[in-house]
């Protein structure tokens, strides 16, 4: 597992596609894009789905995601998105009392029994406490997040073959 905090917007876009049968349907579908506007949300899509998509294809929305982190799954058999809300446990240390504050993730997992032990995986390495408040299944088909540029030392001129 490994995870990625950033700002994230979900992005759909609609599209004629083949199905099983051979026979063209109008789909919308939901997509994660890292970026640090709207505008720069909808050039990321864009670019990203049109070496997937053959033909014309709009972007119908985009907001910003209700998450900050998303932890990734290495396994081959991770192919679905769980949105899942933890609750950490905090003593305000004026009135000492217990305080709890809501935060969700986006977590890769083949099943909901997969999404739930990989954010206790995630998390037990932490030393705060939480409660798992909800894991749910979402309909996004994947997450494009936004990679570095190779650095600038590996770079070389062209004519210093």
């Given at each position: ?27 919308t579908e ?128 062209e004519f210093?073959?």
């Open positions: 597992m490994r995870s990625r905090t950033a700002t994230w917007f979900e992005c759909k876009i609609r599209y004629e596609k083949t199905m099983e049968d051979g026979m063209q349907k109008k789909v939901a997509y994660v894009v890292d970026a640090l506007s709207f505008s720069e949300a909808e050039e990321r899509i864009i670019e990203e789905m049109s070496s997937y998509i053959s033909g014309e294809f709009n972007v119908t929305d985009i907001k910003k995601a209700p998450y900050g982190e998303i932890f990734f799954s290495d396994q081959e058999m991770a192919d679905r998105w769980y949105k899942a809300k933890l609750q950490f446990i905090t003593l305000d240390e004026k009135t000492e009392k217990e305080k709890r504050s809501n935060v969700n993730y986006l977590v890769q997992a083949g099943s909901f029994n997969g999404a739930v032990k990989n954010l206790e995986e995630v998390m037990g390495g932490t030393m705060i406490d939480y409660s798992i408040v909800s894991v749910n299944e979402t309909t996004l088909m994947d997450v494009f997040e936004h990679l570095a540029k190779a650095s600038k030392q590996d770079d070389k001129p210093e073959g």
